[in-house]
């Protein structure tokens, strides 16, 4: 992945080091001031991942404080519904693998690319961090130990924003979360889908796409119960 320039950041409405409505200070476990529930925003994830979908078919692959799930919108009745090359339309309903293939087409990949088809149907948590934050570093090597636990029942990506991309790889390199891929995100585009504010933040994504957002941190013990939740769900 090429180096951007320094310049390459998020838009000046974003929280940036210091904010006190950001990561300027440490933020404990399961924090209230820190948790907000979104509804996506998704017009511009949901047009990527319909696209998305219909790229997955085309292949032949197998197809705050509030605690509900937040419910993540469907192709409106206008969307494109052009027969594939196998003779099926495409489908409105946005899922994790959809969402995931969303995600992946909008930011610079670091760390080995992820083969939609293997993991059609698993559920999806995004990790939202930034370099200079000192919760997310403390919380890296939790995450990248619960990523390998459940490797075989979610995808569990980084989603990094808010720093260079030289930042990046050695925040990566300090955490030992290499073997996540992980998706910079230097324009603020995909956090700004998915309504995150502030970092550490994670984004749970079900098979059918519902997806619940949480910003702070969770430690191990809330990531744990979170992940088997979203596997049952």
Do not use: K
Request: hydrophobic share 40%.
């Amino acid at each position: 992945m090429g180096t951007r320039p320094a310049s390459s950041r998020f838009p000046s409405t974003a929280t940036t080091p210091g904010d006190p409505t950001g990561n300027g200070r440490d933020t404990p476990p399961g924090s209230r001031s820190m948790l907000q529930l979104r509804r996506l925003p998704h017009r511009r994830v949901l047009a990527i991942a319909t696209a998305a979908v219909v790229i997955l078919s085309a292949c032949g692959g197998d197809d705050g404080a509030s605690s509900a799930p937040v419910t993540a919108p469907t192709v409106e009745s206008g969307a494109d519904q052009t027969p594939d090359g196998d003779g099926t339309t495409g489908t409105d309903a946005v899922t994790s693998t959809a969402i995931l293939g969303a995600v992946l087409a909008s930011g610079d990949i670091i760390g080995d690319d992820i083969d939609l088809a293997a993991v059609d149907g698993r559920p999806v948590v995004a990790w939202f961090w930034a370099p200079w934050c000192t919760s997310c570093r403390a919380e890296g090597p939790t995450v990248a130990d619960v990523a390998a636990t459940y490797a075989d029942d979610v995808v569990l990506i980084g989603v990094p924003g808010r720093g260079p991309d030289a930042d990046m790889q050695r925040f990566i390199d300090d955490t030992n979360t290499r073997a996540i891929t992980h998706v910079a995100d230097f324009d603020g585009s995909i956090w700004s889908d998915f309504g995150v504010f502030a970092q550490p933040a994670f984004a749970f994504i079900t098979a059918d796409g519902d997806v619940e957002v949480f910003i702070g941190t969770l430690g191990e013990r809330g990531l744990v119960e979170r992940i088997e939740a979203l596997v049952r769900a």
